[in-house]
């Protein structure tokens, strides 16, 4: 019934699932390339007509094909684009959307093109990510595109008369940078060599400094449903664990899958979350995809795929009783506070909204704790499937909100590898061109693309997330339970801390630098600390600044070298561990040099292993 109901209101009930041609195949085989011309011409001919888009008009008409000649020429031109373009299939003009989000170009049958297309899983998780996007975008803008929605924001700037053009622009690429990113298109040629080694690198980085990933994840996992919810809540869901609701309560944290969270030990998410990698290739080298397995077999061992996942679960267990009690108090005509009015505004339930969902099937456990079953609620009706996506949404949203990662609007564009530089004459000797889309018809942009950009901040999606949702709210007066969570995230964080050091690490600190270790990685002042931790570095390896007579210590004593490779980034200083072990090495100081390579060298920092190679080399 669900998916009669979205087929039988569908946008467009002609839509064809997009086709992912392999690159690969015809780029290195001619032969392959040939083969698939000659299927492209002879569908052409047997249609008679060939689609195509008309710059002028905006629409798309139909080209006749009168002759032999004619349909090869125009399938040769359709497989060039296909192997040019980078996102595997010739764009509609002006969509910069994906191929997710046009209709195809070519309209064929895929059994006559199956064995050049990609038959992947990676194909629908592609799909699914940027068509949800879209479908968001439609029902928000209708069939306003990107240019419109630009188009529009610059006319009401300049209608205001109160902002310059300089801001008129920085307005429109600032939002152009956001919806790209939110798309998943940041990034328009994700097969070039800079990205694929970057990511590869990244992803190496992440296996060798992150074995500990997984216990660290324990703060905001445990400290920030009380920053969310309170002492109180949390408390009551401990009790009905001790009180056997523990079935029911697992029902109520599984409805957070619905909005397509807590799904990290299935998906490859928590590369995202910390990487900020969302850009991965559809048709990854052997090379990659033998790291990708890797890299999602380790964050699984080193438990942080799991833990992020059950926190957001525990999220959804804690957040569906209070939710139940708020809608049914003001289905009943009762008051709830001010807080809880504007934490429910925050994620964009009114009050009709909420009486309309305390009127779904709700049920209820023998202890008579409410229960949600989405699956239960009625779908046949627009209106019925909005309330329940309004609700899937809901939980999704405030269980990101909980056990956080950084969004696009926490970070800034570099962060994901591109940029764009106002326009100067000297650019163009540079081979940099003009972005128009950016740019206004007075102020002028380029647009810079390179994952190298990226890697000074590898590490700080938390750092970034944090900045918003621990520092920013622990200085918000509406926010209920700042005190608490601020508290537990302290408290919490110093634990973890026991947990990752071993006790000789503890004698050798004094207690200044204990509570600032725990302080940085407890994200209470978001980037800040990190920020701190840099500056200090670099004075203690220009010599400005003496630790060893100070009650302010680094995480460590960097040479001038080591911090400015430090500065570039865990990559950088990844390689540089690897240059300085094997030059040890060649000149005689063996077991010196490979102990500095334990200390960069992916997965041996799971389960103590890098400890124990490096006692092998003791004497």
């Known amino acids: 019934m669900y998916l009669q109901g979205l087929l039988d209101n569908s946008i467009n009930k002609k839509y064809a699932f997009p086709i992912y041609y392999n690159k690969v195949l015809l780029k290195e085989s001619p032969k392959a390339r040939d083969e698939l011309i ?16 008309d710059d002028a008009k905006g629409t798309w008409s139909n080209q006749l094909v009168r002759n032999e000649k004619e349909a090869r020429d125009i399938a040769e031109q359709i497989v060039a684009r296909i192997t040019e373009d980078p996102d595997g299939q010739n764009f509609m003009p002006k969509s910069g959307k994906g191929k997710h989000l046009m209709r195809r170009a070519l309209d064929i049958p895929e059994y006559k093109v199956k064995d050049y297309i990609v038959r992947d899983s990676r194909v629908l998780q592609n799909y699914a990510s940027k068509m949800g996007f879209r479908i968001e975008w439609g029902r928000m803008h209708g069939k306003m595109d990107i240019d419109d929605i630009l188009a529009r924001h610059e006319e009401l700037m300049r209608r205001d008369g109160k902002f310059t053009e300089d801001r008129i622009a920085e307005v429109r690429r600032d939002f152009l940078a956001d919806y790209e990113r939110e798309a998943g298109i940041h990034v328009r040629d994700p097969d070039a060599m800079n990205q694929t080694v970057v990511r590869n690198l990244k992803s190496v980085a992440g296996m060798t400094y992150l074995p500990l990933a997984g216990i660290t994840s324990i703060i905001d996992a445990t400290a920030m449903p009380v920053f969310e919810h309170g002492f109180k809540n949390v408390f009551k869901t401990a009790m009905s664990v001790v009180d056997g609701d523990f079935k029911n309560m697992r029902l109520n944290g599984k409805q957070v899958r619905v909005g397509g969270e807590a799904m990290e030990t299935v ?133 990101r909100n909980t056990i956080m990662h950084s969004t696009t609007g926490d970070r800034p564009m570099i962060v994901d590898g591109f940029m764009y530089l106002k326009w100067k004459p000297w650019m163009s000797r540079l081979g940099m061109k003009i972005d128009e889309r950016a740019s206004t018809a007075t102020v002028k942009y380029a647009r810079v693309e390179n994952a190298i950009m990226s890697m000074p901040f590898q590490f700080l999606n938390f750092a970034f997330a944090a900045n918003n949702r621990i520092m920013a709210a622990s200085l918000d007066p509406a926010r209920q339970h700042r005190l608490a ?77 080591e911090d400015a490779v430090d500065k570039f980034g865990a990559v950088p200083g990844m390689i540089h561990g ?42």
């Open 267 to 399: 998906r490859p998410v928590v590369q995202y979350r910390v990487l900020t990698d969302s850009v991965r290739d559809i048709q990854p080298k052997l090379m990659e995809r033998t790291i990708q397995t890797a890299e999602r077999g380790f964050y699984m061992a080193n438990l942080l795929s799991p833990i992020t996942s059950g926190a957001k679960q525990i999220d959804g267990m804690i957040t569906i009783p209070e939710f139940f009690r708020r809608i049914t108090t003001i289905k009943n005509n009762g008051k709830i506070s001010q807080f809880e009015i504007g934490e429910l505004a925050r994620y964009g339930i009114t009050e009709p909204i909420a009486r309309r969902l305390a009127d779904m099937p709700w049920g209820k456990s023998d202890a008579g704790m409410p229960l949600l079953d989405l699956e239960m609620w009625p779908s046949a009706t627009f209106q019925d499937r909005e309330l329940k996506r309004t609700m899937a949404t809901y939980l999704a949203q405030h269980a």
């Open 485 to 561: 969570g601020v508290i537990t995230l302290f408290g919490i964080s110093y634990l973890t801390l026991k947990l990752k050091k071993d006790d000789w690490w503890f004698e050798n600190k004094d207690f200044s630098e204990v509570m600032l270790r725990t302080l940085d990685q407890s994200g209470i002042t978001g980037l800040y600390t990190d920020i701190g931790y840099h500056a200090l570095h670099t004075a203690i390896a220009t010599g400005m600044h003496n630790p060893d007579t100070s009650w302010l210590k680094g995480k460590y004593k960097p040479t001038m070298g």
């Open 38 to 53: 000659i299927i492209f011409k002879d569908h052409m001919m047997n249609q008679g007509k060939h689609a195509k888009w």
């Open 578 to 619: 690897w240059i300085t072990g094997a030059n040890e090495m060649l000149f005689g100081n063996t077991a010196e040099g490979f102990r500095d390579i334990t200390y960069h060298a992916p997965v041996l920092g799971l389960f103590g292993l890098s400890d124990d190679i490096r006692s092998m080399t003791r004497q």
